[in-house]
C-alpha cells in the first residue's frame, strides 16, 4: 500500500522538544512536497509546516509554529522531520504526514495532499 508513516509521537512537558520522522517504505519523497498537519479534537485539521512545496518548491510555516518548528528532508534516509520546540500545551494533536499531489492551493492546503499517514498522538502537559 502506498503511503507514508509517520513516528516519533510521544507526551511531553510543555517547553519541551520532540522531533516527528515521516518515511515511505515503498516509493521515495525526494519528488514530493511534504507537509505535517495536525488535528486535535474538535478541531480542523491545521496546515504545520511544509517542504518542497507550493508554486515556489519552499518550505512553509503555519503561524501558530513559526520559530518554534523546523522541517527538514534527508533524501538519504527517505525521511522528512519536523523538530518541535519549546512545545505548548495547544499543541497537543494527532500529526499527520501527506504528500503534495495537487497544484493550485496554498503551500500549507490539506486539499493539495495525498498519500496520508496513520498519525502520531503528541501530548504536551503542563
Known amino acids: 500500500q502506498v503511503q507514508l508513516v509517520e513516528s516519533g509521537g510521544a507526551e511531553v512537558q510543555a517547553g519541551g522538544s520532540l522531533r516527528l520522522a515521516c518515511t515511505a517504505s515503498?516509493?521515495?519523497?525526494?519528488?514530493?512536497?511534504i507537509g505535517w498537519f495536525r488535528q486535535a479534537p474538535g478541531k480542523q485539521r491545521e496546515g504545520v509546516a511544509c517542504?518542497?512545496?507550493?508554486?515556489?518548491?519552499?518550505?512553509a510555516y503555519g503561524d501558530s509554529v513559526k520559530g518554534r518548528f523546523t522541517i527538514s528532508k534527508d533524501d538519504a534516509k527517505n525521511t522528512v522531520y519536523l523538530e518541535m520546540n519549546n512545545l505548548k500545551r495547544e499543541d497537543t494533536a494527532v500529526y499527520y504526514c501527506?504528500?503534495?499531489?495537487?497544484?493550485?492551493?496554498?503551500?500549507?492546503?490539506?486539499?493539495?495532499?495525498?498519500?496520508w499517514g496513520q498519525g502520531t498522538q503528541v501530548t504536551v502537559s503542563s
Open positions: 517542504i518542497t512545496c507550493g508554486r515556489e518548491n519552499g518550505i
Open positions: 515503498t516509493f521515495t519523497l525526494k519528488p514530493y512536497g
Open positions: 501527506a504528500a503534495e499531489v495537487a497544484t493550485g492551493w496554498g503551500p500549507l492546503a490539506a486539499e493539495a495532499y495525498g498519500l
